[in-house]
């Protein structure tokens, strides 16, 4: 429990895949913690190891597969043989599919009818866990995808002719979905399996090992417990920060931020709704900033062949840009001449910094090691096995919290469980991928926005924001990215955006999609958390995190854009970044109508104008 905070956890409806899952792993039966602490081991082996490049991807998905069935609950007489039954079968299939080896990837245009049974087993039970583990929306999309690769030849009937295409037979289909590195063992299965993978383990050590509370302590205790209402503010935008190096996930990191200090900002004097919006807006804050981003942010590096360490050098500038957003926001929404209210309950008071840092200072080791890591030139993969092997060994500067072998465990088997969206959802994303390519539609959207903006890059720009949004309102983050890196990508470089300024673009509007409404996942969790109005709360959300939605645009219709991804010269860096200040004090003073003072309506349109030139100057 962190320091000034007696009240218990609330317990929210609205929680992200991840945590959902590994919350299921630890009701379901005993076979589901073996598989999900097999799977982080597999993780740890493929970077330690050499693995045949099928084999390993095909045994991670076997073992995802299975852990996503243990967890189904069936309430009938075959309670306990549905779920068993279902995982054996995956972990058979994939075993399969591994001893084919070469052999099988070597068939893939003219598979034999054993090839097909797997194949079309595979997609089977990948789409049925990605139901299971992440939702409907993106099984529903694999499922139309796999439709139209097979019948798109009849698209002409109805009058679809644009996006019609020759039809293709069930052995192309499995060719290319599952008998290759394009589709359901392409790299996005890569990625999840091999650096996503191990910063999950090394997030669950830090989680097992007590980071998150000494995060929550250090930021509480370095803004004097949140004893004024400012101080509250700044303490939850800092444990945000801090709390992104263990959850990686942005609903999480609400709710483990809403745990501790919901409260804290009430007492302080804000409302219940932009309580629950700076509790969201610090959670997404997590995912968007160095040094481990978000999941998709690893995809990044591997769609455009670069290191992440220079992913997390082009996120370097908009993650300030983000914060200097939520402060100035927070000093336009600090109560004024409300007394703050008196708790119900005695509040201990707040440890000092000094003994904080005695207890737990050796958890801020662990994560320059990553960033020190990557700038030495070593791999992300390597990197973040080296952190988890420092995660482990730093943990006993505090014997209360090391990781014995039974904390161990349970790290593996979290990080394990929380690994299984994310695989389940990279396969999935797999098979839309091979159907966009195959059938062409991919170039075909791209075109379609491209058509629509009538060739303008700004129209261009603004429909691409529209879209990436619209689509991960339906599925994670991570299939969003994946989809729109395939889609929307290639219309952006059409008009002439940077290939590096693109896919950080859509990385960015993904990643928004957790606070953009109807869904907004971040924002819903923190309402319940905080009691407020689920509406205004996502009102309120999309005000704090406005730097976010505004700094990619800047990066992609400025001729100096790319500066503010440190991809371009000094000169034009200081100039971006001059002209990208203006634009967030200009979004905060027009969207609060407070800076420094209340502004009258006047004032304000003046702000949103002069926002609106800087960005397209």
């Known amino acids: 429990r962190s320091p000034g905070v007696s009240e218990p956890r609330t317990v929210v409806a609205h929680e992200d895949v991840e945590e959902a899952m590994v919350r299921r792993v630890q009701t379901a039966p005993p076979a589901a913690a073996v598989v999900a602490i097999a799977l982080s081991v597999l993780v740890v082996l493929g970077e330690v190891t050499v693995v045949e490049t099928l084999r390993f991807r095909s045994i991670v998905l076997g073992l995802a597969l299975a852990l996503a069935f243990l967890t189904l609950r069936v309430r009938d007489r075959y309670a306990g043989v549905v779920p068993h039954g279902l995982a054996l079968v995956a972990i058979s299939l994939a075993l399969a599919i591994a001893a084919g080896g070469r052999g099988f990837l070597a068939r893939a245009s003219e ?73 359901v063992f392409g790299v996005p299965l890569d990625v999840a399996a091999t650096t996503i993978g191990l910063f999950a383990i090394y997030g669950a050590l830090l989680e097992a090992s007590g980071a998150a509370q000494f995060f929550l302590d250090l930021s509480f205790a370095s803004f004097s417990g949140g004893n004024s209402a400012r101080g509250a503010g700044r303490a939850v935008t800092f444990a945000g920060f801090l709390l992104g190096s263990v959850s990686g996930s942005g609903v999480a990191t609400t709710l483990t931020l809403g745990g501790a200090s919901a409260p804290l900002l009430r007492r302080a004097g804000f409302t219940r709704e932009n309580s629950g919006a700076l509790l969201a807006a610090a959670g997404i804050g997590a995912i968007l900033s160095p040094p481990t981003l978000g999941a998709a942010a690893f995809l990044i590096a591997e769609f455009l062949k670069i290191s992440y360490g220079q992913v997390l050098l082009m996120a370097v500038i908009p993650t300030l840009l983000y914060y200097l957003g939520i402060l100035l926001m927070i000093e336009a929404d600090v109560p004024r001449g409300v007394p703050p209210l008196t708790p119900d309950t005695p509040v201990a008071p707040p440890r000092s910094i000094s003994a904080i840092l005695r207890s737990g200072g050796h958890h801020l080791i662990s994560p ?100 990436v949004s619209v689509l991960g309102l339906s599925v994670p983050v991570t299939a969003s990215y994946i989809l729109s890196a395939v889609t929307i990508a290639p219309a952006l470089i059409q008009v002439g955006v940077p290939e590096i300024a693109a896919h950080m673009f859509i990385f960015y509007y993904a990643v928004l999609s957790e606070v953009s409404p109807p869904t907004a996942l971040s924002p819903m969790a923190a309402a319940t958390l905080c009691h407020g109005d689920p509406y205004r709360t996502i009102l309120a959300t999309l005000r704090y ?13 400025r001729a100096d854009g790319l500066g503010l991804l440190l991809q371009a010269p000094w000169a034009m860096v200081a100039t971006s970044l001059l002209a990208a200040v203006g634009l967030v004090i200009a979004g905060v003073a027009a969207a609060s109508g407070h800076l420094i003072r209340p502004l009258t309506p006047a004032v304000r349109g003046g702000f949103a104008v002069a926002g609106l030139l800087l960005l397209l100057s």
Not at 123 to 128: C, E, G, K, S, T
Not at 151 to 170: K, P, Q, W
Not at 428 to 441: D, K, S
Not at 545 to 557: D, G, N, R
Request: some cysteine.
């Open 111 to 183: 598979p034999l009818a054993m090839d097909l049974v797997l194949g079309g087993g595979l997609l089977v039970l990948v789409i049925a866990a990605a139901w299971v583990s992440t939702g409907a929306a993106l099984p529903i999309l694999s499922i139309a995808t796999i439709a139209y690769v097979l019948a798109g030849s009849e698209l002409d009937r109805v009058g679809l002719s644009m996006i019609a295409h020759r039809g293709y037979d069930v052995p192309r289909l499995i060719g290319s979905m599952v008998m290759g590195f394009e589709g």
């Open 368 to 467: 320059l090691l990553i960033v020190g890591f990557l700038f030495a030139g070593y791999s992300a993969t390597r990197a973040a096995l080296f952190a988890c092997c420092g995660a482990i060994v730093l943990s006993f500067a505090n014997r209360a919290e090391a990781l014995w072998p039974r904390r161990l465990r349970r790290a593996l088997k979290s990080a394990g469980a929380a690994l299984v969206p994310v695989i389940a959802t990279t396969a999935c994303a797999g098979i839309l991928v091979a159907g966009l390519t195959l059938t062409g539609l991919g170039l075909k959207v791209a075109g379609l926005i491209v058509s629509l903006a009538g060739s303008n890059a700004t129209g261009v720009i603004v429909l691409s924001a529209i879209a």
């Open 545 to 557: 995190t406005l730097p976010a939605f505004l700094v990619p645009l800047a990066f992609t219709l």
